[in-house]
């Protein structure tokens, strides 16, 4: 089963795609988690993409098609995948459906994580990732045990740089701008399927799984 995730930044996106990974047992995929790990680790593309994702732009498309393609020619993502923050342009779909073509393959769902951008605000300033991990929490709907402290793993938990209130807004028009003319390629494309993303975190899951089959 091969899934994209699209939706406002926010939306939650990669709360559901750990869900669909665990569930389907295939790989998360998550481009902001790639480049975050690489400015965590002070690499050359961490560096490069550290500078457009604190400003709330989006990094440019050349440095992110083919980080991606390789990925998807992983051993773990022959069987499926699940793709989070990509594609989130135009040029990044049609670069994806070209690669998917060459090896005869294609994306059976695009879901669209629904949530108005008046709840979106309110998301990110509440959420809290862990640097070590990449769990993510929130500090009213989705507590950790002791707060800072990621349950996971133990390590401390921290407000991501983007998710201060002006990049937010800054990410929000974006995403309207660059990523949400998606929602009219995959409907084309007939695999469009939207849930409603306000609903808690085990009710949109059960919208999901009702979409991708038990
Ligand atoms: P990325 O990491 O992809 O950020 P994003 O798309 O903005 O999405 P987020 O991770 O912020 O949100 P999410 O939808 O996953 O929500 P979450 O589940 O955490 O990208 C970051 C940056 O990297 C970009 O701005 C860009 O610069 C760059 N980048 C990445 N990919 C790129 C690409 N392909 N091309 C170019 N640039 C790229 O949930 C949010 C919070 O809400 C959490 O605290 C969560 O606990 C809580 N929550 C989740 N669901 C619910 C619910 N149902 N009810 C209540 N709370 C909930
Ligand atoms: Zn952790």
Redesign the pocket.
């Known amino acids: 089963m091969r899934i994209i995730m699209l939706?406002?930044?926010?939306?939650?996106?990669?709360?559901?795609a750990k869900k669909i990974a665990a569930k389907y047992g295939i790989p998360h995929i998550?481009?902001?988690?790639i480049?975050?790990a690489n400015i965590k680790e002070g690499t050359e593309l961490g560096k490069k993409?550290k500078t457009?994702?604190d400003q709330?732009?989006?990094?440019p498309?050349e440095l992110?098609v083919d980080l991606v393609v390789d990925r998807l020619q992983q051993e773990d993502a022959q069987k499926g995948y699940v793709l989070?923050?990509?594609?989130?342009?135009i040029p990044?779909a049609e670069s994806l459906d070209e690669a998917l073509k060459k090896v005869n393959s294609k994306i059976d769902y695009a879901i669209d994580?629904d949530v108005p951008d008046e709840n979106i605000i309110n998301?990110?300033s509440?959420?809290?990732a862990c640097v070590k991990c990449g769990a993510?929490?929130?500090l009213m709907?989705?507590p950790t045990k002791v707060e800072g402290i990621c349950d996971a793993c133990g390590d401390k938990l921290i407000l991501r740089d983007?998710d201060k209130p002006e990049t937010v807004k800054k990410?929000l028009n974006?995403y309207h701008e660059q990523t949400q003319p998606l929602i009219d390629y995959y409907t084309s494309a007939k695999v469009l399927k939207r849930v409603d993303?306000?609903?808690?975190?085990e009710d949109?899951f059960r919208a999901i799984v009702a979409i991708l089959g038990e």
């Open positions: 939706g406002a930044p926010g939306a939650g996106k990669g709360t559901q998550s481009t902001g988690d480049f975050r993409a457009y994702m709330g732009l989006l990094v498309d992110v989070d923050g990509f594609p989130r342009t990044q994580v998301r990110m509440g959420r809290r993510t929490y929130h709907y989705a983007d990410r974006v993303g306000t609903q808690d975190m949109v």
